[in-house]
């Protein structure tokens, strides 16, 4: 019996860690393992690499996906008919998808033509997202390592700030990832946990009101002389116009987003007259690794584990989900939830977890076990040393 892994949509620091749980664990139940290179655009190629007998147990400590990402959506019959041949030739009974929203819809697509054919292939969606925004899951793997990169980032850059502000730059602003939800601009607010974090919180969910806005920096500045501000790159005008929108559509017709640190730095400026500083850590902070969560990291690989385990006992159809039972002790059980109802939606940072420009004890008390513990890389020469594939180059 024969499986196929692959990998899909934006990255994280702990979507190999999901890869290690369903490699090994399928491995272990003696089955032949391949993975597709670049995804499903890398299997309609028929760009797969057999596992058997390759070291893989360094991609737990390896950030970004090691057999490389895509961002296709399965858009045509041709596309679909493609796939279910090189799923005969190559005798896949056993199909895993690691990826978030749009990567689901193409599971689901596959899962649904396999029954029409009345093929006995099982599909799999193993969840992966920064972003934390798919629904019927409590959280996703890679935010939880994103969350502690983004809180520890604007901690660090707001003690920066508070030692210069006297003479140089008054205001911090760092853009952050989230398109339409505001979980990963949350995180900003941790740092209050060990007594310092962003002073203002930009959410993608709360309409962006300049005059309001300003009134809070000028009040920060007053207070205490710098203001730290931690902006959603999908923060949008009350007229649902993005605040920084880059003209064109990325390849699943989303519209690209950039610049929206800048946009807001120039208002501080042009209002306040203020010196603003900007940083936008763009894929520094999904692929964070040497800071990852250890509690992220073993959940990634548990989730591929138990979607391999599903697979076997007859399952398909389905994306693995983890369901938090306590906060203290904190503690997770694994279920399932049909793919057509992660596909293409969106899990909003909830209203009891935010207020306009900050984060409630709410969030904080969901928040904080995901980004507790460390697992660090093996280091040689000062710097982490991680898992390559050379096959993804070639």
């Given at each position: 019996?024969?499986?196929?892994?692959?990998?899909?949509?934006?990255?994280?620091?702990?979507?190999?860690?999901?890869?290690?749980?369903?490699?090994?664990?399928a491995?272990k139940?003696?089955?032949?393992?391949?993975?597709?290179?670049?995804?499903?655009?890398?299997?309609l190629?028929?760009?797969?690499?057999?596992?058997?007998?390759?070291?893989?147990?360094?991609?737990?400590?390896?950030?970004?996906?090691?057999?490389?990402?895509?961002?296709?959506?399965?858009?045509?019959?041709?596309?679909?008919?493609?796939?279910f041949?090189?799923?005969?030739?190559y005798?896949?009974?056993?199909?895993?998808?690691?990826?978030?929203?749009?990567?689901?819809?193409?599971?689901?697509?596959?899962?649904?033509?396999?029954?029409?054919?009345?093929?006995?292939?099982?599909?799999?969606?193993?969840p992966?997202?920064?972003?934390?925004?798919?629904?019927?899951?409590?959280?996703?793997?890679?935010?939880?390592?994103?969350?502690?990169y983004?809180?520890?980032?604007?901690m660090?850059?707001?003690l920066?700030?508070?030692?210069?502000?006297?003479?140089?730059?008054?205001?911090?602003?760092?853009?952050?990832?989230?398109r339409h939800?505001?979980?990963?601009?949350?995180?900003?607010?941790?740092?209050?946990?060990?007594g310092?974090?962003?002073?203002?919180?930009?959410?993608?969910?709360?309409?962006?009101?300049?005059?309001?806005?300003?009134?809070?920096?000028?009040e920060?500045?007053?207070?205490?002389g710098?203001?730290?501000?931690?902006?959603?790159?999908?923060?949008?005008?009350?007229?649902?116009?993005?605040?920084?929108?880059?003209g064109?559509?990325?390849?699943?017709?989303?519209?690209?987003?950039?610049?929206?640190?800048?946009?807001?730095?120039?208002?501080?400026?042009s209002?306040?007259?203020?010196?603003?500083?900007?940083?936008?850590?763009?894929?520094?902070?999904?692929?964070?690794?040497?800071?990852?969560s250890?509690?992220?990291?073993?959940?990634?690989?548990?989730?591929?584990?138990?979607?391999?385990k599903?697979?076997?006992?007859?399952?398909?159809?389905?994306?693995?989900?983890?369901?938090?039972?306590?906060?203290?002790?904190?503690?997770?059980?694994?279920?399932?939830?049909e793919?057509?109802?992660?596909?293409?939606?969106?899990k909003y940072?909830?209203?009891?977890?935010?207020?306009?420009f900050?984060?409630?004890?709410?969030?904080?008390?969901?928040?904080?076990?995901?980004?507790?513990g460390?697992?660090?890389?093996?280091?040689?020469?000062?710097?982490?040393?991680?898992?390559?594939?050379?096959?993804v180059?070639?």
């Open positions: 019996m024969r499986v196929l892994y692959a990998q899909s949509g934006g990255v994280t620091s702990v979507i190999n860690a999901s890869a290690y749980g369903v490699l090994d664990e491995q139940a003696g089955l032949e393992v391949y993975v597709g290179i670049h995804g499903i655009s890398g299997v190629r028929e760009n797969l690499l057999k596992i058997n007998g390759k070291d893989i147990e360094g991609l737990k400590y390896t950030p970004s996906a090691a057999f490389g990402s895509c961002r296709r959506k399965l858009k045509t019959q041709e596309d679909i008919n493609k796939l041949e090189i799923f005969e030739k005798e896949i009974e056993y199909f895993f998808y690691n990826g978030g929203n749009d990567s689901m819809d193409t599971a689901w697509k596959l899962y649904t033509e396999a029954k029409k054919r009345n093929i006995p292939l099982k599909v799999i969606g193993v992966k997202t920064v972003d934390n925004d798919l629904p019927h899951t409590d959280h996703c793997p890679g935010y939880g390592s994103a969350a502690k983004i809180a520890t980032a604007i660090e850059a707001t920066d700030l508070r030692s210069m502000y006297v003479d140089s730059t008054r205001v911090f602003v760092m853009e952050i990832m989230g939800a505001g979980w990963l601009s949350a995180a900003a607010g941790l740092g209050w946990l060990n310092i974090g962003a002073d203002l919180i930009l959410f993608p969910e709360v309409p962006f009101n300049k005059e309001k806005f300003l009134e809070r920096v000028d920060s500045i007053r207070r205490k710098y203001c730290s501000i931690a902006v959603s790159e999908g923060i949008k005008y009350p007229d649902g116009f993005f605040v920084a929108d880059m064109y559509t990325d390849s699943f017709g989303n519209r690209q987003l950039g610049g929206v640190g800048f946009t807001i730095a120039g208002m501080i400026r209002e306040l007259s203020l010196k603003t500083h900007v940083a936008i850590p763009d894929y520094l902070q999904r692929s964070g690794r040497h800071i990852a250890k509690t992220d990291v073993g959940e990634a690989e548990a989730v591929g584990r138990q979607a391999v599903l697979a076997l006992d007859g399952v398909s159809g389905v994306m693995v989900t983890i369901n938090r039972v306590s906060n203290s002790p904190y503690k997770v059980e694994y279920g399932t939830v793919l057509n109802k992660v596909a293409e939606v969106t940072l909830p209203d009891d977890f935010h207020t306009d900050e984060v409630t004890e709410e969030y904080i008390e969901y928040a904080k076990p995901l980004i507790e460390e697992l660090f890389p093996k280091f040689k020469d000062g710097l982490p040393v991680y898992t390559i594939f050379k096959e180059e070639e």
